[in-house]
């Protein structure tokens, strides 16, 4: 088998690596996802995303995978740096990007950073999904001293507990036992945000499939909504993850949430697919 080209990509270090199946499938089972996300053994990820093709009224349909093998719905990070990879190619700043949860439209600005619409939140408890009907504001679920978390979906489910001291809180024991709580079916990605004004927001995401990350799209867009659902912020926010800042916007309008952020690529190279386990 020809050695197969990747690139290693991250948006505020929520990393990637992308793989093009675009002209035919690699068959990239959980087994061999699971062994090129491994850090020591492998490439190293936080999730491994494909371009294959979209059909009409897209450019791109963008596959995510987990470190575990298993699919997202939706990750923002990973969908700006793929528009920022089909802007180049066609060389056009307005792209479409399909994927599991939709199409989202991207556009690439003169400075590098992409802004993507990821479409209106999915409130409703059978929408996020939870495992039975309850007010999606407030949950009756416990982390420590918060309160109980708001939820919604931005494609993939969100849970995000609101405390006062961020640093106070070890996400890392926390967020797998509430991952896999049985209030969500599908598992849950899981935020722990601080609010700091009504315009900035600290967060930490442990994320479904993946645990902690350096940032997740999708949580800073749960977390804004979710803060201002209960008067908390404004619909205009700046996100402080560990990797760096999201500018967030709940777009009054329509309902959409717009996420602005920067991408990069770390490097490209050429693995033996079938060095790995199928």
């Known amino acids: 088998m020809p050695l197969l080209p990747f690139r290693k990509m991250h948006g505020l270090g929520n990393d990637f690596v992308v793989l093009d199946e675009r002209a035919a499938p690699l068959g990239l089972t959980p087994a061999r996802v699971a062994a090129l996300a491994d850090r020591r053994r492998g490439i ?54 399909r994927t599991l949860a939709g199409d989202l439209p991207a556009e690439v600005h003169p400075d590098g950073s992409v802004t993507v619409d990821m479409g209106p939140p999915r409130l409703g408890w059978q929408e996020v999904p939870l495992a039975e009907p309850m007010d999606t504001l407030r949950l009756p679920l416990a982390a420590g001293a918060a309160e109980g978390p708001a939820a919604c979906s931005m494609g993939n489910p969100h849970a995000t507990f609101f405390v006062p ?4 809180v070890p996400v890392a024991t926390l967020g797998p036992a509430l991952e896999r709580h049985p209030l969500f079916p599908e598992r849950a990605n899981i935020g722990f945000a601080q609010v700091l004004a009504p315009d900035r927001l600290r967060l930490v995401v442990w994320e479904r499939g993946a645990g902690m990350t350096l940032a997740c799209g999708s949580g800073a867009c749960a977390a804004l909504v979710n803060a201002h659902r209960r008067g908390l912020a404004g619909r205009r926010a700046t996100v402080v993850l560990p ?33 790995y386990p199928a």
């Open 44 to 97: 190293g990820c936080d999730q491994l995303v494909s371009l294959e093709p979209a059909g009409a009224g897209a450019d791109v349909f963008l596959r995510i995978r987990n470190p575990d093998g298993s699919e997202a719905g939706a990750c923002g990070n990973a969908t700006r740096c793929v528009a920022a990879l089909i802007a180049a190619e066609t060389g056009r700043r307005r792209v479409v990007v």
């Open 165 to 168: 001291d961020l640093d106070a």
């Open 243 to 275: 990797g760096g800042e999201l500018a967030i916007e709940w777009r009054a309008a329509d309902g959409h949430v717009l996420m602005t952020g920067p991408v990069a690529t770390a490097f490209t190279g050429q693995l033996d697919l079938a060095a």
